[in-house]
């Protein structure tokens, strides 16, 4: 997972990690769990992101996945 674009990506929309968690339905330290790694964002949690954060496939690719699959 690529945190920094991720912490970008919500900068440029102004979005607070309490909003995030809030759309996603998970406590503040659930999203620190997933956010460094200890834990991983379920499909579900992810297309709430992808649509809160108005992500691309390409922009989803580089934050949640370390590299292309073919």
């Known amino acids: 997972m690529n945190t ?11 979005k607070s990690i309490d909003e995030m ?3 996603l339905g998970i406590s503040r330290s659930a999203w ?3 956010t460094t ?3 991983q964002f379920t499909q579900s ?3 709430a992101m992808r649509n809160e954060l108005d992500l691309d496939d390409h922009e989803t690719a580089q ?4 590299s292309m699959v073919s």
Request: with cysteine; glycine share 4%; charged share 20%.
């Open 63 to 66: 934050i949640f996945f370390n």
């Open 4 to 14: 920094l674009k991720l912490k970008a990506k919500m900068i440029l929309l102004n």
């Open 37 to 39: 790694g200890v834990s």
């Open 21 to 23: 968690c809030a759309a």
């Open 45 to 47: 949690e992810i297309c």
């Open 32 to 34: 620190f769990r997933k």
